[in-house]
């Protein structure tokens, strides 16, 4: 996105002060970049060569696609399975009806506006990456470390953060025209309500992401409890541990095992 910001920047006049200026800021943040992230950047690269994933075949890189007929249930209100789940776990890429609505209507009001043009290709590079288009399959093809991904969906986190500046501008200029008809006032009133419907949408029909439902406990407790670590951490010798989890590849457990001194066989993270 940094990068489409850059070639964004270069648009109107003086083309080659703009373009002083973009290489300068582009090299500079790169470098910058590079450096506060290298310690993790590199052994992970080290580690993916590795492993079974330098290459990902397509059909391994595109999995979770989004395809057209979902797009309005995952991107604008999930209601797919009818206005009784309200409130189900899980977790959303959707913006809601109502800014989905101001974004619409920003473009509407300002289709001239560059910001908005920049905001609105942003939005349309995420969704065609998302369906796994041809945008996906070139950055695939020819752009490292692409042919390394996984899940196309994952780009909706740029749609949602383009999408909801753009419900920002449309705020904007809803309210800009409010306040040619009508007093302060009533402005702020309409102010208060419309922000009053953005959490009430987001609430109403989104989803419990918090934990994914999980009920929370005293950590403590949780550990005083666990029997079956406390049996080990007793064992004489050095040794490690495996465990087979349960919840899939995204659930560690050495938030359980290192309290008690134990270390795990694999590790979780390459951190």
């Given at each position: 996105m940094f990068g489409f910001y850059l070639l964004y920047s270069l648009i109107g006049k003086e083309v080659r002060k703009r373009l002083v200026k973009v290489v300068l800021v582009g090299v500079l943040v790169a470098c910058l970049t590079f450096g506060l992230t290298a310690f993790k950047m590199l052994p992970a690269k080290e580690y993916i060569d590795a492993s079974s994933r330098p290459k990902s075949s397509f059909e391994e890189a595109s999995k979770r696609t989004l395809y057209f007929k979902d797009f309005f249930t995952r991107l604008v209100e999930p209601v797919g399975k009818g206005f009784g789940s309200i409130r189900r776990d899980g977790a959303g890429d959707h913006i809601g009806l109502i800014a989905a609505g101001l974004a619409l209507f920003a473009l509407y009001r300002k289709p001239k506006q560059k910001l908005v043009w920049f905001l609105a290709f942003i939005v349309l590079f995420a969704l065609m990456f998302a369906n796994s288009t041809f945008v996906f399959y070139f950055l695939w093809k020819y752009v490292p470390?692409?042919?390394?991904?996984?899940?196309?969906?994952?780009?909706?986190?740029?749609?949602?953060?383009?999408?909801?500046?753009?419900?920002?501008?449309?705020?904007?200029?809803?309210?800009?025209?409010?306040?040619?008809?009508?007093?302060?006032?009533?402005?702020?009133?309409?102010?208060?309500?419309?922000?009053?419907?953005?959490?009430?949408?987001?609430?109403?029909?989104?989803?419990?992401?918090?934990?994914?439902?999980?009920?929370?406990?005293?950590?403590?407790?949780?550990?005083?409890?666990?029997?079956?670590?406390?049996?080990?951490?007793?064992?004489?010798?050095?040794?490690?541990?495996?465990?087979?989890?349960?919840?899939?590849?995204?659930?560690?457990?050495?938030?359980?095992?290192?309290?008690?001194?134990?270390?795990?066989?694999?590790?979780?993270?390459?951190?």
């Open positions: 470390p692409f042919d390394s991904f996984r899940y196309a969906d994952r780009s909706l986190v740029l749609y949602v953060f383009a999408a909801s500046i753009l419900a920002a501008i449309g705020a904007a200029e809803l309210l800009a025209a409010l306040q040619k008809k009508y007093n302060p006032k009533k402005v702020r009133i309409f102010y208060a309500i419309l922000v009053g419907l953005l959490f009430v949408n987001l609430y109403m029909f989104g989803f419990n992401n918090v934990g994914f439902g999980t009920q929370f406990r005293d950590f403590r407790q949780v550990l005083e409890s666990h029997e079956i670590l406390k049996y080990i951490a007793e064992q004489p010798g050095i040794f490690r541990m495996h465990t087979l989890e349960t919840r899939g590849i995204d659930w560690g457990t050495e938030v359980y095992t290192i309290p008690y001194n134990i270390q795990h066989i694999y590790g979780y993270e390459g951190a």
